[in-house]
């Protein structure tokens, strides 16, 4: 009868850890509950510096290669005879540089329509052209500019 005494008696206090236990689990629940919201800082001027340089980057590294250098590779198997020489893409203005050489005025100028085509591109504009070489061998090195849809 003793040890069924002590046993209840162990039931009836474990029964009461337990209950205390449930209670502080409930109080601090609805403690975190009413809590309220952390008030977020202001933007300092450095972290506006930081998210205008993010979003320059950003567009830079939007700059649509794809169409640009699809439709370049479409207008330069239609003119073989031009060489680029070199591509200056300017993606805050939303412009590119291309200087090349071409044997003829005529293979130049049909060149320059076929950029304007494209229709990828805004705006072909020959920037300037100039002769190379001496006697026979004359050609022309220019450089058009193009701006291309956003």
Do not use: C, Y
Request: positive net charge; without cysteine; proline residues 3%.
């Amino acid at each position: 009868v003793t040890i069924l005494i002590l046993v209840a008696f162990g039931l009836v206090l474990e029964h009461q850890r337990i209950k205390t236990s449930i209670i502080e689990i409930e109080d601090s629940m609805v403690v975190s509950q009413q809590r309220r919201p952390v008030i977020e800082a202001q933007a300092t001027a450095q972290d506006i510096k930081n998210l205008k340089s993010a979003k320059l980057l950003q567009a830079k590294l939007n700059f649509p290669w794809q169409g640009l250098l699809s439709s370049l590779e479409t207008v330069k198997k239609i003119s073989p005879k031009i060489s680029l020489m070199t591509i200056q893409p300017n993606p805050n203005k939303g412009e590119v540089l291309i200087a090349a050489e071409a044997a003829n005025l005529q293979i130049m100028l049909d060149f320059v329509d076929d950029l304007a085509k494209q229709t990828v591109f805004n705006d072909v504009l020959l920037v300037n052209q100039r002769r190379l070489g001496l006697g026979n061998k004359q050609g022309l090195s220019f450089t058009v500019k193009l701006r291309w849809q956003a």
